[in-house]
């Protein structure tokens, strides 16, 4: 091997570390000064041999409806047209409240907006749609998924930066932070 | 006093050459003997020599079993030994990981995983360019490109980011890609183009709906098959890259054909027409947006793969058969894409008539361009296609039974004439088949 593709050998290794490191930032970085949302989930307990045992988490912002979709009492308001595939921004500023409405838009929402999720559409049937946020896995010790599965209340703590990406910050089991 | 190092950096393509050498060598004896064996028998016919005597001209002048051939052989098991034994280190460095989760905290994972990867690649380049063990330290390699991937999916695990996520692949590509290059790994490149395949289908799967995703996602295939393709094309233009044209290029012509094939069924097609989807259906801006992109890629790729188009010294039609034929499958493509036509009849009637071409061109090309290879994959389709068609026709015509006798006879007669015309192909190429 010639010195210049030996130098060019050492290029590419360090950029695949640089690569997983800045991974690695990206998403603590996320954690570190996001802002936290709590969402709540209803778990489904998948394993996977090569991922290992993770629970499968549906929020209650997974399945999103036009106003006429009686959704208890949240409503959710798609602005515009959504299509399978479209990028979506849910703002999540009242969330905490018992009656609230969320806005769900294409585009990246105004700067009143002070907090809300990006997520992509992954189907729409008539006036629903349901959404990913990229953080629908949690990766538990094996044997754990179950328990996790069969808890009465569950609900996932996220942390959001200022783009709207989410990364999973707790797990709260019946209002504890889960440990493994 | 400061000894010489062994010269290995040239240890692979010294490696390349002796093979090729050997191939040529091969080649050679068979034809010779073959030569000698119609020398004899014309000699014998004429009386010029007995039974016997040509009998025992034709064992003395046998070659023995040829130690090169033997060599070549052998270097194939070690490169299968060595993959396997990449792989399955690979794997189980996975499974362990996943598996004892609980029992590794967070950073030690990190470290374990990136040291690990960082090892493998030192112990695949000491393998290959400085102890002179090019197909084993090849093989690491492979390992290595293959654990970077897998760092890709468990630090996405470590802060529960979604793992069915396509942008995942996206990176793993664009990390082993480079790799692929610079190692000159042909092993490295088929991975490459896998994750590329896979990345762009799981891709184009999540812009779509769930009721037309199945047909959308076949119809990227055809997109991808052409972009790889043409890619592979573009290898072609440079002596230095030439190595790594054969994986593209037969990868993007098998998926071209193959979803081509696939579209032909007027089943296949109709699905898409009754589906109560339709009646909503639109194409979301990212699948369109994925498709254009793949199809700028192919597009580029031919335009630098034609750029010396007015100097080659070939016949203009036979120069623009290749892109055409190309360009021709992305138009399909769109058509299947964007739903240009309502009723199925257009598409099965497109994609009959495209089929046609692409199994007739890559015959041509590969005899004009001595690929054996392409006359293979032509032969093997104009085949399955002729089958297909009688099938469609004749079984209600005559009934099972009767069709699958006439079908049976057919067939053993074009495999005949196939033989025999790839037989006249072989020798045009300056090539003899063996037959032991």
């Known amino acids: 091997m010639s010195s210049k593709l030996k130098r060019l050998f050492i290029l590419v290794i360090a950029i695949q570390i640089v690569f997983l490191l800045g991974l690695v930032g990206y998403r603590e970085t996320i954690l570190a000064g996001g802002r936290t949302a709590i969402l709540q989930t209803v778990p489904v307990d998948p394993r996977d041999l090569f991922k290992g045992e993770y629970v499968n988490l549906r929020y209650e912002i997974s399945t999103l409806g036009s106003p006429q979709v009686n959704q208890d009492s949240k409503k959710f308001q798609l602005l515009g047209d959504i299509i399978e595939g479209d990028t979506v921004y849910v703002a999540l500023s009242n969330i905490d409240g018992d009656e609230y409405s969320l806005d769900v838009q294409t585009g990246e929402p105004s700067a009143r907006t002070d907090l809300f999720i990006k997520g992509q559409v992954a189907t729409r049937n008539n006036d629903v749609i349901t959404v990913d946020y990229g953080v629908e896995q949690y990766f538990v010790p094996e044997g754990s998924g179950l328990k996790i599965e069969q808890a009465d209340e569950l609900e996932v703590r996220v942390k959001i930066n200022r783009s709207g990406t989410a990364a999973i910050d707790a797990l709260i089991v019946e209002g504890e932070d889960w440990e493994p | ?225 052409a972009a790889i393709y043409s890619v592979g094309l573009a290898h072609m233009q440079r002596a230095s890259t030439k190595f790594f044209a054969a994986p593209y290029m037969v990868g993007g012509a098998l998926l071209a054909i193959i979803v081509t094939y696939m579209f032909t069924f007027a089943g296949f097609v109709n699905d898409y027409e009754r589906n109560s989807a339709l009646e909503n259906f639109e194409v979301s801006s990212g699948y369109i947006a994925l498709a254009a992109v793949v199809s700028a890629i192919t597009i580029v790729s031919l335009m630098v793969a034609n750029w010396k188009l007015g100097r080659s010294e070939k016949r203009l039609s036979f120069r623009l058969a290749e892109p055409a034929i190309i360009i021709l499958t992305i138009i399909g493509g769109w058509f299947m894409a964007i739903h240009m036509f309502e009723s199925a009849a257009p598409y099965v009637i497109l994609f009959n008539l495209l089929l046609v071409i692409q199994i007739f061109g890559i015959i041509g090309l590969g005899v004009i361009n001595k690929r054996e290879a392409f006359v293979n994959i032509g032969i093997v389709f104009f085949v ?15 009934g099972t039974s009767l069709a699958f006798i006439i079908g049976g006879l057919l067939l053993l007669g074009v495999g005949y004439s196939m033989e025999r015309a790839r037989r006249r192909l072989l020798r045009q190429f300056g090539m003899m088949e063996t037959t032991h």
């Open chain 2, 1 to 225: 006093m400061k000894s010489e190092p062994p010269n290995y950096d040239s240890a692979q393509n010294d490696d390349q050459i002796s093979q090729r050498s050997e191939i040529i060598s091969t080649v050679h004896t068979d034809s010779r003997q073959s030569w000698l064996k119609g020398r004899i028998n014309l000699w014998r016919e004429s009386g010029l020599i007995s039974d016997e005597q040509s009998e025992s001209i034709i064992n003395f002048e046998a070659a023995p079993e040829d130690p090169i051939r033997l060599g070549v052989r052998f270097s194939r098991l070690i490169v299968v030994l060595s993959t396997l034994g990449a792989i399955l280190i690979g794997s189980g460095v996975i499974s362990f990981v996943a598996a004892n989760w609980q029992g590794i905290p967070a950073i030690a994972k990190l470290v374990f995983l990136i040291v690990g990867q960082t090892a493998t690649y030192l112990v695949a380049y000491q393998f290959q360019f400085v102890r002179g063990y090019p197909r084993v330290g090849g093989a690491i390699m492979f390992a290595g490109a293959a654990w970077f991937g897998a760092n890709v999916f468990l630090v996405a695990q470590i802060y529960h980011l979604s793992t069915d996520n396509p942008d995942l692949l996206t990176w793993w590509f664009i990390g082993v890609l480079p790799l692929a290059y610079i190692a000159r790994s042909k092993a490295i490149t088929v991975m490459a183009v896998g994750i590329f395949v896979v990345g762009i289908s799981w891709k184009a799967a999540s812009q779509t709906d769930d009721a037309v995703s199945g047909l959308l996602v076949t119809s990227i295939l055809l997109f991808v098959g």
């Open chain 2, 384 to 398: 399955i296609d002729l089958s297909t068609r009688y099938i469609e026709l004749t079984v209600d015509m005559l």
